[in-house]
């Protein structure tokens, strides 16, 4: 990714989630891995092994000033003595300013466990397409594709290939590299590289908007299902989109509540003390995922392909919507 803007996944809130798992990690080494960016190491304070991970996953920080971000775990997964991460400074960014100045090892951080909604699925060739420190995801995915003898190639995009985090690291992993820099004027065009459809591959993007956007237009004849997108910024929508009011029934509890429209469900939810994990609260992390019942909703999440947007099984409640004027969901 481009910046920290991209990099983290940001919410307004600071007090605990409900539902959500957490525990205390120490913050063992910092690491500068490229200009402007740290990794950290996060062991348990006990030393004893971590939660276990899979490739995509990340998990949510809270760090002592309150503020909550998400990141991706980009450690080994086979080696759960400690998780890493990847940040990068951005000048106004509070939390990752916070990270670079004020965090030091042996400081206490509080973590949910580890969810994935950036799965790797199985294909024999792998395109990895990252935007700056959007390769923190997909470094796990290369270790793994390399360990099962599958090919991939990574087109890395950055201001100056000096900058490009974790290069080193990831040149040792045994797959294709294909460097692009704007500085450099061999800029990455999205359109010749990824339109013609490859057989037997799959793409993975995480990048700043213009980067998604672009890769998402260039596979729009990729089949359902090999083209991958992790959001650390929730997608444009357009200026002139409405919220009216409408009702949610809440069958298990039992309950019909009715959404204004300057509240999100999840908003509403909770203020009937219906406890729904959260998180990002912008539709990038799927911790408040429900199931739907019966009604159309207006999906504005940036996690559902468009094949479970039609299948209209499930939703996120922080930021979409119904259609109509009533939704059931099992709540």
């Known amino acids: 990714m481009a910046d920290a803007a991209e990099m983290t996944k940001p919410s307004t809130a600071a007090a605990p989630r409900p539902g959500e798992q957490t525990m205390q990690v120490r913050l063992r080494a910092l690491v500068w891995e490229a200009p402007g960016v740290l990794s950290l190491e996060l062991t348990a304070p006990d030393g004893s092994a971590l939660p276990p991970f899979e490739p995509g996953a990340h998990i949510d920080v809270k760090l002592p000033d309150g503020t909550l971000r998400q990141y991706s775990l980009c450690g080994d997964p086979n080696d759960t003595s400690h998780y890493r991460l990847g940040i990068r400074a951005i000048s106004g960014g509070a939390s990752s300013s916070y990270v670079h100045r004020k965090l ?66 990831i040149r040792q992993l045994g797959g294709e590299i294909s460097l692009h820099s704007s500085e450099a004027g061999t800029r990455l065009d999205v359109a010749q590289r990824l339109t013609a459809v490859e057989k037997d591959a ?31 910024a929730p997608r444009s929508r357009p200026a002139d989109e409405t919220s009216g009011a409408f009702e949610v029934v809440c069958e298990r509890s039992g309950l019909t509540l009715s959404v204004p429209p300057e509240k999100s469900i999840l908003e509403v939810l909770g203020d009937a003390g219906i406890e729904v994990p959260r998180s990002c609260e912008q539709g990038i992390c799927g911790t408040c995922e429900v199931r739907v019942i019966s009604g159309d909703v207006d999906h504005r999440d940036s996690i559902l392909s468009s094949s479970e947007r039609a299948a209209n099984a499930t939703m996120m409640t922080c930021v979409s919507r119904a259609k109509g004027a009533r939704l059931v969901l099992d709540i």
């Open 104 to 169: 030091r090892p042996g400081d206490l951080i509080t973590v949910s466990t580890p969810r994935n909604n950036f799965p790797l699925v199985d294909a024999k060739h792998y395109i990895f397409v990252a935007g700056g420190i959007g390769v923190t995801p997909f470094i796990p995915m290369m270790r793994e594709a390399s360990a099962k003898s599958r090919s991939w190639t990574l087109l890395y995009c950055n201001k100056r290939n000096e900058d490009a985090p974790f290069l080193n690291e």
């Open 202 to 232: 799959v793409v993975y993007c995480c990048g700043p908007e213009s980067l998604m956007t672009a890769v998402e237009e260039a596979t729009g004849a990729w089949p359902e299902g090999t083209v991958h997108f992790e959001w650390f």
